[in-house]
């Protein structure tokens, strides 16, 4: 019954900006983390961003710190993650997941049970 669902990936050119969106539906809850993975071909996935709708804490990785900003409309249930200065290395899969009942910390990106999944959107950033 849960859905998330990403959007506003596409192609940029290096230092340039994008806004990914990630709109969740389907259930009653009001505690939760969304958090920003991605995946490059032959990498694995990382966790770069995430927030807590318990809390309001953010967090980001040092890879994207200073760059991306994460942000809530929680009366839509919606998630951006406005990245700049984007480099080709940004290149990737970035999906969102959503954990429910969570805060927002290292931990929880690196080792959180998220419990529900988008299909992903595309960002190539060109050189």
């Known amino acids: 019954e849960v859905q998330l669902v990403e959007s506003g990936g596409g192609l940029v050119q290096a230092g340039g900006s994008l806004r990914l969106s990630c709109d969740a539906s389907g259930f009653g809850f009001d505690d939760y983390a969304i958090g920003w993975f991605r995946q490059a071909p032959g990498k694995g996935r990382e966790g770069i961003s995430c927030i807590s709708t318990k809390d309001g804490t953010t967090y980001y990785e040092d890879s994207v710190k200073g760059r991306f900003t994460i942000s809530s409309d929680n009366a839509k249930n919606t998630v951006d993650l406005q990245m700049n200065s984007l480099k080709p290395e940004d290149t990737a899969v970035y999906y969102c997941?959503?954990?429910?009942?969570?805060?927002?910390?290292?931990?929880?990106?690196?080792?959180?049970?998220?419990?529900?999944w988008g299909q992903g959107t595309q960002v190539t950033v060109s050189s």
């Open positions: 997941a959503l954990e429910i009942l969570s805060w927002c910390t290292d931990y929880d990106l690196r080792a959180g049970d998220w419990d529900y």
